[in-house]
């Protein structure tokens, strides 16, 4: 999970350098906490925030595919 949300968050902000990414698991959950640029913030919300909801619906699917959980949460 970690790698893919990685791979999709660096691909899109201006400082990928910046783009941190915590991982917790807890029995069958994984925990993603996200931190990236203040200047990048806006990009990995979109607009009405679109795209911040659709990087959760990615990383749930393909935790959904491993018979696991997966919670994303943007850290500001």
Do not use: N, W
Not at 51 to 75: F, G, K, P, W, Y
């Amino acid at each position: 999970m970690k790698e893919l949300v990685e791979y999709l968050v660096k691909a899109m902000v201006d400082q990928p350098e910046k783009v941190l990414l915590a991982q917790r698991t807890q029995d069958e959950s994984i925990f993603l906490e996200l931190t990236v640029a203040s200047d990048d913030m806006g990009k990995v919300i979109g607009r009405h925030g679109k795209t911040i909801d659709a990087l959760r619906t990615v990383t749930q699917m393909a935790a959904a595919s491993r018979d696991r959980r997966c919670r994303l949460e943007l850290l500001g």
